[in-house]
């Protein structure tokens, strides 16, 4: 069975950190990734780290203030990824989705895409007030 479950959200001022956890289970998984809406906005994308070597991609406004990062299991099915966030701004706010996937066969790709991520968490908020 698939699980695919975020935790470690809250409110927050700005200029704080919070740090984000998403455990991932049932898969020998891949591409790790989190996501994020605004009210009214659509789901973009954050971060997303390749299953080794740590690659990473960030969307250009966080680049310098987060850092994904994950640790694997030795089976490679169950896997935690985590979301640094440093010196947050109200503009942060959403609600953060963890995303996982288990085809592309590669050590290497960093998936950004919505589309190429079939398993998601349930998502957690992130709130930051100025």
């Known amino acids: 069975q698939v699980q695919v479950v975020e935790s470690g959200g809250g409110l927050v001022q700005a200029g704080g950190s919070l740090r984000l956890s998403c455990a991932a289970s049932g898969r020998s998984w891949y591409g790790m990734g989190w996501f994020r809406q605004a009210p009214g906005m659509e789901r973009e994308f954050v971060a997303a780290?390749?299953?080794?070597?740590?690659?990473?991609?960030?969307?250009?406004s966080v680049k310098d203030r987060f850092t994904i990062s994950r640790e694997n299991s030795k089976n490679n099915r169950e896997n935690t990824v985590y979301l640094q966030m440093n010196n947050l701004k109200p503009e942060d706010t959403a609600v953060y989705y963890c995303?996982?996937?288990?085809?592309?066969?590669?050590?290497?790709?960093?998936?950004?895409?919505?589309?190429?991520?079939?398993?998601w968490g349930q998502g957690t908020q992130v709130t930051v007030s100025s």
């Open positions: 780290i390749s299953r080794s070597f740590g690659l990473t991609k960030y969307r250009t």
């Open positions: 995303a996982a996937e288990a085809r592309s066969g590669s050590l290497r790709y960093v998936p950004t895409q919505q589309r190429e991520y079939p398993y």
